[in-house]
Nanobody, 124 residues
Framework: VQLQAFGGGLVQAGGSLRLSCAAS????????MGWFRQAPGKEREFVAA????????YYADSVKGRFTISRDNTKNMVYLQMNSLKPEDTAVYYC??????????????????WGQGTLVTGLQ
């Protein structure tokens, strides 16, 4: 299983960025997919998750209304559209695949597969 996140970079406060996650070695449609982030000196935290076919999405309060998670199972891709970025959004962003129930999605230990991160830096 390989999850490869990309699309990070530098962005001015208020700007937008779209992260992508390419999945291989798994049947993507059988996994919930999620995005997490880890800022320097902090623990990895939940950002967003999406159900198998994309009919349900879940967000951390800190990004609700600004970020949108989506997926394309035909392309084995998952996306995170980030708008109105803030300096506090600065972190390494990771995509993950798992089969946890909804109530357990926000905990990193409930996700089975992880990709390498992509750095997002929100400038003042």
């Amino acid at each position: 299983v390989q999850l490869q996140a990309f699309g990070g970079g530098l962005v001015q406060a208020g700007g937008s960025l779209r992260l992508s996650c390419a999945a291989s070695g798994l049947t993507l449609s059988t996994y919930k997919m999620g995005w997490f982030r880890q800022a320097p000196g902090k623990e990895r935290e939940f950002v967003a998750a999406i159900s198998w076919r994309g009919e349900s999405t879940y967000y951390a309060d800190s990004v609700k209304g600004r970020f949108t998670i989506s997926r394309d199972n035909t392309k084995n891709m998952v996306y995170l559209q980030m708008n109105s970025l803030k300096p506090e959004d600065t972190a390494v962003y990771y995509c993950a695949a798992g089969r946890a129930i909804v109530s357990a999605l926000r905990e990193t230990r409930n996700w089975q597969h992880w990709g390498q991160g992509t750095l997002v830096t929100g400038l003042q």
